[in-house]
C-alpha cells in the first residue's frame, strides 16, 4: 500500500495542463498531440525478483511479457498500439546474450501488433535485469475506454477465464487489444479495464472511480483451468479465491448497461467467451451472496503493489 | 563498448515500418503521428551508483538530472518539449521520503519548459534507486536536427563551455532546449547533437554519420572554469583533456555553413555564448595541429558506456 500512497501523493501534486487531457489513474494517460486527444500513453518499469525471475523463466518469455503487460493497459483503454521504446538495464555477467534473447521474445509480440519499437536505452550494472517498456497508443473515434463510467444497473462482464496465471499465463497471454477494439466499436460499454491485480481488486478500482458497488455472481466467474490445477479439482472455494485474487490475468473487465449485454453474450462476437458475473449497485463496496441467500461484503483481495 | 555492439545489433534487429520515421541511432527517435512526421521520442534509464550516486548526491539534484538529460536528447534534435512520463523503482527502506524528495527536484524543471507529467510506474524492491523518464517532443515547421547532415567546409559550433561537469554541472546544466530552438529557426543547420559522452566522441559520432572528418583548433575551445579547477590553472593540456572527454556538458555541437556561421558568431543571438572550434574535412577521423603546424590524429575519447 506504500506505493498506493506515493501514487496518490504525486497525483496530487502533478498540476493540470492542457495537453494532458486524463492525467494518472487510469490504465493509461491521455494526451493531446497537435489538439487531436488521441494519444495514450502508459509504461511499466519490471524488474528481476518483484514482476519476474530469470533463474526460473527464459529470458524471452520475460521480454515478451514486458511488452505485454504494457499493451494489456492499451487494450484497457481500447487504443491501437502505435509505437513502443524499450529499456534495459543488464546485469554486466551475460549481458549481450541476455538482451539478445529478451528482443528474440520481444519482437514477434510487437510484429504481431505491427507495433515499431522505435528505440530506448541500454546499460549494463552489477545488479539485477530491469526492462522499462513505454507505449503508445492512439485511441479510435469511439474515444477511450475508461474506469470511471460504470453505472447502477451495468453488468459486470469479463473475457476469458481467471486464476492461476502464475502457472504460465502470466508470461504467454495475449493482450486483449484486438477483443477491446472489436467490442468498443460494435458496443456501447460504460467503463473497462485490464485485470492485473486480481478481480476483486481490479473491480473495486472501478466501483470507487465509478462511485458505486458490486453485486458478484462468484458461481458465474470463469474460473481458469490453471486455478483447478492449483486448488485441486474438488476445492471450489480455493479455486474461486485464485480466480478473484492472484491477478496477472490480463483479461478485460467491463461494465455494460443491460439491454446491450444480454445482445453481446448472445452474439459471443469474440474468440474468446464472455461471461457476466454480476451487476452494478447503488451500495459502495463489493458483495456476494451467501448460502442462505443473503449479501455478506467481499474483501478486496489482490496483489497489492 | 559491450553496449555499443549490442545497439548495433538492436538496430539491424528492428524491422523498418512506416511510423517510424528515424529509427534508433540519433538523440531520439521520430514518429509519425496521424501522418504528422513531428513526434519526437526519447528515453533514458538511469541507477543509482552508475548514472548519479545517492550517497553523495541530494535525490532533488538527481530528480532533476533524469529529466534533464532527457530534455537534453529533444534539444539536440531542435523539439519542443511535449509531455513526459516517469518510473520509479525504489529501494524499500525510505521509499516515500527519496520518491518525494525525487519530484520536487524534478517538478520545477519540469514546469519550466511547460511540461506535464502524464503518469509513469512506482514500484520498490530491494535494490537500488532505478529511474526511467520517457520524453515527447513535437518538430517545428523547420523540421528535425540531425546528426548526419554535417559538409566538408562546415565550422563546427558549440554553445557554452566544456569539461570538468562532474563537480556539479552534470546535475545542475540547463537543457539548451531554448538554444537550439532559437538557433534553428533564424540559422541554416546542418547537423547538430548534444555533447553527453564528450566532445572528441560525440564528434567523432557526427563526422561518422555525416561521411566525414573533423579538424579541431583546439586552442579555440571553450574550457569550463570547472574544467581549468581539476587541471590546474597553469595546465592547460590537462584543462584541455578535461573538455574533450569529460562528457555531461549537454551543451549543443553544431555543424553550421561558413557564411551562416560568420553571421551566427558575430549576432551571438542566445544568452550562451557560440564558439567555433574547427571545421569539417574531408579526411575521416578528429584532426588537430600540433606544434609544428602538422594535422595529428586526435583520439575519440570520452566516456564510453
Known sequence: MMEADLIAWIRGRLPEHP?????PGDDAAILAWANRPDCVVTTDLLADGVHFDLAEHAAARVGRKTLAVNLSDLAAMAARPHSAVVSLLLPRDGAHQLAVDLYEGLLPLAEEFYLPIAGGDVNTWDGPLVVSVTLLGQLTDRGPLLRGGARVGDQILVTGSLGGSMLGHHLDFTPRIEEALELH???RL??????????????SRMTTESGCG???DVGAIPIADAAWEMAGA????TALRHALSDGEDFELLLAVPPGEA????????IDVPVSCIGHFVDRPGLWRTDDRGDLVPLAATGYQH
Chains 1, 2 share one sequence.
Open 214 to 216: 458490486a453485486e458478484l
Open 190 to 203: 460504460h467503463a473497462g479495464m485490464d485485470i492485473s491485480d486480481g478481480l476483486a481488486l481490479d473491480l
Open 262 to 269: 444480454q445482445r453481446l453474450l448472445s452474439e459471443q462476437p
Open 19 to 23: 495537453r494532458l487531457r486524463l492525467g
Open 234 to 237: 474438488a476445492d471450489t472455494e
Open 185 to 187: 466499436r460494435h458496443y
